[in-house]
């Protein structure tokens, strides 16, 4: 099945730094990737819309200037968090969806990033 | 999109066929239902999809009454390793959106 990796897979910053994750599809390309957030003992919710070769689409509430996307390629986004925060601290995941289209499950996920602020 | 309801928790034991079943009133014509799986600081992983009556595959069943208002998530003799958040999620087929998590279920298996 279709991959996604993340890397780092967790990164510990320190309060006022900025942190950049990537999110690559493996096996295909991906012209729109997905970016989640999801805080202890809730569910993921979506933060933005990921599109190569143009600028992403923010969820509201979420700010676009402190969390920078870049889809540079079909197989890479990334996402970095500038100047972070305690209150950044959090899982983020990304998901790829294949550009060959099709139904829904065509969204493979990756395995997630630990993020925490100190 | 359809705004989804689960059961916030369930339990159950080694060996026993599981039962969970999503709410999905306001389904459109184009929706499709999709459960997805997801272990403690893992990404959530595709279980099943369907639109209508029953689907199975290799891990799981679906099944969806003729008005597509509810689902049902079948996992067959579980184990301990299927302890995790189950999601309900209805949308259009394509994948185009961003996806929309409700609450889950938070499955938990019992030796």
């Known amino acids: 099945g279709a991959v996604v990796s993340q890397h780092p897979s967790w990164v510990i910053c320190k309060s006022g730094t900025s942190v950049k994750i990537e999110c690559r599809s493996l096996d295909f390309q991906a012209t729109t990737m997905f970016w989640y957030r999801q805080f202890p003992k809730q569910s993921l919710m979506l933060m933005a819309t990921s599109n190569e070769g143009s600028k992403a689409t923010y969820e509201q509430g979420v700010e676009k200037d402190k969390f920078l996307i870049n889809h540079a390629s079909l197989t890479l986004s990334t996402l970095t968090v500038t100047s972070a925060h305690p209150e950044d601290s959090s899982f983020y995941i990304c998901?790829?969806?294949?550009?060959?289209?099709?139904?829904?499950?065509?969204?493979?996920f990756g395995p997630g990033t630990r993020l925490t602020v100190t | 999109l359809a705004k989804t309801t689960q059961p916030i928790s369930m339990d159950s034991y080694e060996g026993q066929e599981v039962n969970i079943t999503c709410s999905h009133n306001?389904?459109?014509?184009?929706?499709?239902i999709t459960w997805y799986q997801q272990f403690p600081s893992q990404g959530p992983r595709f279980i099943i999809q369907?639109?209508?009556t029953k689907v199975t595959n290799e891990v799981a069943s679906l099944f969806i009454p003729a008005d597509r208002k509810s689902s049902t998530l079948s996992l067959p003799r579980v184990s301990l390793s299927d302890t995790a958040v189950y999601y309900c999620?209805?949308?259009?087929?394509?994948?185009?959106?961003?996806?929309?998590f409700g609450k889950g279920t938070h499955l938990i298996i019992q030796p």
């Open positions: 999620l209805v949308g259009e087929g394509g994948g185009a959106d961003g996806l929309t």
């Open positions: 369907g639109y209508k």
């Open positions: 306001n389904i459109a014509t184009n929706d499709y």
């Open positions: 998901s790829a969806r294949d550009s060959r289209g099709g139904a829904l499950y065509e969204q493979y």
